[in-house]
């Protein structure tokens, strides 16, 4: 009879870990059978990136038939780090920026409300409901894009300086993540809150430049406060060999975590006065 008796469930941090990656991995193939319902969307928007990229680079080539340097960058290290910034930009699309846009229409139908009683923690399924498994295939062409622009520089990066870059760059993914849900959590009060998340991602194109470009107030404020400076330029000025110091980069790591405990508090500040959309 003993062995009858139903068993409580484990606790721990492995057996949650364990639980939240089965939900996760759900999730993903929920994902797949949706892009795959609607294959031409899906290949429709993976050539409109490519294309949309293509003419940013093409731009670049324009601009250096009438200089060698830009604030001290060469036309094919700029080529790199927008190759940086456009494999960081599409994979924060990938995981995070379908799930912070729709976060006001789930405040407005109130099916967050349906969220809430989940038992999981309701930001992460907030935040990785859908996947645009598209942008990987964007990212893919970055990363070639980075690679071609290596070799033109003749670049032969060690595993280690690899290692450091995809950290980095993983950093500047959790910024941008951050500061875009903490925008969304407006729709909390403001059912337009869609148009402040997508004019921060407007100001992706920024993070596309070299630093070094931008001086004065604009620079302290998208390096300090909107830290779109560091998210790129950090991760690319590691592989070129163009950072001054390690600063730089305890700076972008410190920003990561500074912007996650900001938004994870502007989360918990919206969620404690959110009443559900029938009151």
Request: net charge positive; aromatic share 14%; glycine share 6%.
């Amino acid at each position: 009879m003993g062995d009858n008796i139903p068993q409580p469930a484990p606790r721990g941090p492995l057996p949650a870990f364990r639980r939240y990656l089965g939900i996760y991995a759900m999730l993903w193939r929920n994902s797949l059978v949706r892009e795959m319902t609607f294959k031409i969307n899906f290949l429709l928007w993976i050539f409109v990136e490519v294309l949309w990229f293509a003419l940013q680079l093409s731009f670049i080539g324009v601009l250096y038939l009438h200089t060698d340097d830009i604030a001290g960058w060469s036309k094919w290290q700029v080529v790199l780090l927008m190759g940086a910034s456009h494999f960081i930009q599409q994979l924060f699309q990938a995981f995070f920026l379908i799930n912070c846009t729709n976060l006001s229409e789930l405040v407005r139908t109130g099916k967050l409300d349906f969220l809430l009683m989940l038992p999981v923690n309701t930001r992460f399924i907030v935040s990785v409901r859908q996947m645009d498994l598209g942008a990987f295939v964007n990212a893919a062409i970055a990363v070639a894009v980075m690679f071609y622009a290596a070799n033109q520089l003749a670049l032969a990066p060690s595993v280690g300086l690899v290692l450091g870059f995809l950290v980095l760059c993983a950093a500047g993914i959790i910024i941008h993540y951050s500061l875009m849900f903490l925008l969304a959590t407006i729709s909390f009060w403001s059912v337009k809150a869609q148009g402040i998340v997508w004019a921060y991602y407007n100001l992706f194109n920024i993070a596309r430049l070299p630093d070094a470009a931008f001086k004065g107030l604009f620079k302290v404020f998208f390096t300090f406060a909107i830290p779109m400076l560091l998210v790129s330029n950090v991760p690319a000025k590691l592989l070129v060999r163009k950072l001054g110091s390690p600063l730089e980069m305890l700076l972008l790591l410190g920003m990561a975590v500074i912007c996650l405990t900001i938004s994870e508090a502007g989360w918990r500040f919206s969620v404690r006065r959110y009443t559900s959309a029938s009151s």
